[in-house]
């Protein structure tokens, strides 16, 4: 009987990914959109980004350290889907700046540790089951793919609210999933360790090893210069001339080819090393970004899209290999909020409001040259603190 509960449980946490990361497709695709569409001006939108992601980089470590020392752990990822969801809601039925700040604000609160909690409980129950995490990951994409389908024939008829009631069930859904998985997997394995465990630890854990200190700043480089194209590439693609069901298509055709590079990278990081992975996927990207600045339109948006896919599992699997891969199970939820957190808010917080005045200043063109010269930087970052070869192997 307990050789099959991992297994169960493995079912479970593909399904909770499939709705609470799927459930993301019914609104990302078209936020800012629906900002654009109440009149919000580049500079406000890239505000609105940087009030979450302040609130993420200060609050998702500490609360996910927290959490996984508590047996309640499962509840509060309970609570916080719950609370997410109903902003979500409310957030679609916003027509003013000030209202959507303040909503945002609340949202990013409540749901600051969700995603690296989420990604902590999928490594162990992954791993426990003999899996790869790219196993359950991959039912993001999946989700993805018929949310943001969905969402765009929904839109399209129904206006931006259906987007936003569409993630609120999903989280809901999600929330009721995670009673399906037992409680231990959103606790820190060993009790023993876990008063050692905290965000001060998990700090210098990261300075002290160059590996993923080198990884910070190409998170950071990456993620300044390339955020003008995460928030207006889609309003890019409204410019040049695609409906939101084409906006909605170009959201998955990525997915498309995550579903089977997200299980073929696990594979082939344990095989080739998860360095020289991660180097493909960055020079991967930054080719791409390169295409669009030199050959603006929509199909060779939807060409770089599909493409993507690939770069986007690469990256993803690999950057939580090697963080889990580089940490204790105790810390590995904490480590993974500060990189994919706290980082990104802080970057969020300097780059959004410089993206968005560049982007009423010049355009949407122009911030691919920036994103080419983040991915250069994080690439040349990356290459300098790759793990030193030790007995013949390739490193961790």
């Known amino acids: 009987m307990s050789l099959k509960l991992p297994n169960r449980d493995l079912l479970f946490a593909r399904a909770y990914y499939f709705a609470f990361m799927g459930g993301w497709g019914f609104v990302l695709p078209f936020i800012n959109l629906f900002y654009v569409s109440l009149g919000l ?3 406000q939108i890239g505000t609105i980004g940087s009030v979450s992601a302040t609130v993420g980089l200060i609050v998702s470590p500490v609360i996910v350290t927290e959490i996984k020392k508590r047996p309640q ?3 509060i990822l309970q609570a916080s889907l719950m609370l997410g969801a109903m902003a979500y809601f409310l957030l679609g039925q916003q027509t003013a700046f000030f209202p959507i700040i303040l ?10 540790g969700v995603m690296p909690a989420s990604d902590a409980m999928a490594v162990h129950v992954s791993e426990e089951a003999g899996k790869g995490y790219g196993s359950v990951r991959v039912w993001a994409s999946v989700g993805w793919i018929i949310t943001v389908l969905t969402s765009g024939w929904l839109i399209e008829r129904k206006g931006f609210e259906a987007g936003f009631l569409g993630v609120s069930l999903m989280w809901l859904t999600g929330a009721l999933v995670t009673l399906l998985i037992q409680p231990r997997y959103f606790v820190s394995p060993n009790y023993a360790e876990q008063r050692k465990s905290n965000l001060r630890t998990a700090l210098k854990h990261i300075t002290q090893d160059r590996t993923l200190l080198g990884y910070a700043i190409a998170v950071i480089f990456m993620g300044f210069l390339n955020n003008g194209v995460l928030q207006f590439e889609n309003v890019f693609l409204s410019q040049l ?5 084409l906006i909605s298509v170009a959201g998955i055709l990525s997915a498309i080819v995550e579903l089977p590079f997200m299980i073929y990278a696990d594979r082939y990081i344990r095989r080739a090393g998860v360095h020289r992975v991660l180097l493909f996927a960055v020079t991967m990207i930054l080719f791409q970004r390169a295409v669009i600045l030199l050959f603006p339109s929509i199909i060779t948006i939807m060409i770089v ?3 993507g896919g690939v770069a986007f599992s690469f990256l993803t699997i ?4 090697l963080i889990s891969s580089r940490t204790t199970p105790n810390e590995t939820g904490t480590v993974l909020a500060i990189y994919t ?11 959004a409001p410089v993206s968005g005045a560049i982007f009423d200043a010049l355009g949407a063109r122009w911030l691919y040259a920036l994103a080419v010269t983040g991915y250069a930087i994080g690439l040349l970052s990356l290459w300098l603190t790759r793990p030193l070869p030790q007995n013949g192997s390739s490193g961790r």
């Open 305 to 307: 899209r599909f493409m």
């Open 73 to 75: 752990a499962r509840g």
């Open 241 to 245: 001339g695609a409906s939101k069901q």
């Open 103 to 112: 909503i945002v604000f609340l949202q990013a609160l409540v749901g600051a």
């Open 318 to 321: 690999g950057a939580v290999f």
């Open 341 to 351: 957190v706290t980082l990104n808010g802080l970057v969020s917080v300097l780059a």
């Open 41 to 43: 001006s580049g500079t």
